[in-house]
Nanobody, 114 residues
Framework: QVRLVESGGGLVQAGGSLRLSCAAS????????MGWSRQAPGKPRELVAS???????NYVESVKGRFTISRDNAKNTVYLQMNSLKPEDTAIYYC????????WGQGTQVTVSS
């Protein structure tokens, strides 16, 4: 079955950077669109970045210019480079795979202190 395992979350000061990784297994990785969504306490989950099978990317307006999503099909891994982090980026970040059913990992906590 599809398994997505996130890593790289943690506590960082505002203005800092983190790189999230998501290792995928149980799927033909190159056939899936991949993405990162996040959920802050009391708020709905939102998709913040996505990358298609062909490598096209899309971002929610609030992270444009600060976050970069990439994928390595040879390693079955998708990344989210997060720069210039803000306290409002604090959330649990989830890796997702779409084809067209959506699968999520367990999430990794990102906390940005002011």
């Amino acid at each position: 079955q599809v398994r997505l395992v996130e890593s790289g979350g943690g506590l960082v000061q505002a203005g800092g950077s983190l790189r999230l990784s998501c290792a995928a297994s149980g799927m033909v990785f190159s056939l899936f669109g991949m993405g990162w969504s996040r959920q802050a306490p009391g708020k709905p989950r939102e998709l913040v970045a996505s990358i298609t099978r062909g490598g096209s990317t899309n971002y929610v307006e609030s992270v444009k210019g600060r976050f970069t999503i990439s994928r390595d099909n040879a390693k079955n891994t998708v990344y989210l480079q997060m720069n210039s982090l803000k306290p409002e980026d604090t959330a649990i970040y989830y890796c997702q795979a779409t084809s067209p059913s959506i699968f999520w990992g367990q999430g990794t906590q990102v906390t940005v202190s002011s």
